[in-house]
């Protein structure tokens, strides 16, 4: 059983940074495509970005685009997700999440991957 536990979420500022990460056990990390997606209070969980299983390819989703940047270490066993500039509108519970089959043109997809983390909440003040 895969097991995702991601930190890095607390209180910034507006155009502040953080760097979320995930750490896997349980699996073979380096075969996964792993992704992040976040959750705002009453509203669905929306895909940020994804990562091959080799992390030669990622996606990002347009409203984060150019300010987040996921990169993974298989070695480690962790992704992670550079926030910078970051907006009240980022303020959301974030999840990693991981993808037992290779990096596809439905990544943007909740319903794709097969492990998700517990989250980490992120809270952006003006």
């Known amino acids: 059983q895969v097991q995702l536990v991601e930190s890095g979420g607390e209180l910034v500022q507006v155009g502040g940074s953080l760097r979320l990460a995930c750490a896997a056990s349980?699996?073979?990390?380096?075969?996964?495509?792993m992704g992040w997606f976040r959750q705002a209070p009453g509203k669905e969980r929306d895909f940020v970005a994804v990562?091959?299983?080799?992390?030669?390819?990622?996606y990002y989703a347009d409203s984060v685009k150019g300010r987040f940047t996921i990169s993974r270490d298989n070695a480690q066993n962790t992704v992670y997700l550079q926030m910078n500039s970051l907006k009240p509108e980022d303020t959301a519970v974030y999840y990693c999440?991981?993808?037992?089959?290779?990096?596809?043109?439905?990544?943007?997809?909740?319903?794709?991957?097969?492990?998700w983390g517990q989250g980490t909440q992120v809270t952006v003040s003006s």
């Open positions: 999440a991981a993808d037992v089959d290779g990096l596809n043109t439905y990544y943007y997809d909740t319903t794709k991957y097969d492990y």
């Open positions: 349980g699996g073979t990390f380096s075969s996964y495509t």
């Open positions: 990562i091959s299983r080799r992390g030669f390819a990622t």
